[in-house]
């Protein structure tokens, strides 16, 4: 979704106030959880719905 949007790792982690090190994490799927006030500033700024960048795995 980055991508599509021409946003960095950078750009995003300014726009929603998480620390790129948090980012990375999440982009990677190394995360055992996301709290849902991180995931609207990343969907507000990447202008998407969370479906658009979450996938479950069993």
Same mark, same amino acid.
């Given at each position: 979704m980055? #991508? &599509? ?19 990375? =994490? @999440?982009?990677?799927?190394? #995360? &055992? ?19 658009? =960048? @979450?996938?479950?795995?069993?």
């Amino acid at each position: 979704m980055m #991508a &599509k949007r021409k946003m960095s790792l950078n750009e995003l982690s300014e726009s929603v106030g998480v620390t790129l090190s948090n980012l990375s =994490i @999440l982009k990677t799927g190394k #995360a &055992k959880a996301v709290r849902f006030s991180t995931l609207e500033a990343i969907c507000k700024a990447l202008d998407c719905q969370p479906g658009d =960048i @979450l996938e479950f795995e069993e």
